[in-house]
């Protein structure tokens, strides 16, 4: 798991001047993205509940996507800061 060099960097998969980070394919590929990212994706059953505030790495958490993990206070998808809350039963991951 994690990011591999192979890839390139997050700058070398940017799209019309947003970062890959915030110009995932789930979440606009470089439009307008919401607050939310979950409610634009497949009818709005998904739910942001980890976000990275920027480049590199996968945040400051260690919970092994379980969902145990809290870092920071809720945000949303333009949050300048890392943050994850607590989750159950996850069925599905993008």
């Known amino acids: 798991p994690g990011w591999s060099s192979s890839y390139g960097t997050f700058d070398d998969w940017s799209a019309n001047g947003h970062s890959a ?3 995932c ?4 590929g470089g439009n ?3 607050s ?3 409610v634009e994706i ?3 059953v998904w739910t942001l509940v980890r976000h990275m ?3 590199g790495g996968w ?4 919970d092994n996507l379980v969902g145990t993990a809290v870092v920071g206070v809720q945000g949303d998808a333009y949050s300048p800061y890392d943050w994850t809350i ?3 039963e996850p069925y599905q991951f993008l």
Do not use: L, R, V, Y
């Not at 394919?25 to 606009?28: P, Q, Y």
């Open 25 to 28: 394919c789930g979440c606009g």
């Open 86 to 88: 607590q989750w159950s």
């Open 59 to 62: 945040g400051p958490w260690n």
């Open 53 to 55: 505030k920027g480049f």
């Open 32 to 34: 307008s993205i919401a």
């Open 42 to 44: 497949d009818g709005g």
């Open 21 to 23: 980070i915030a110009a």
């Open 36 to 38: 939310d990212c979950g």
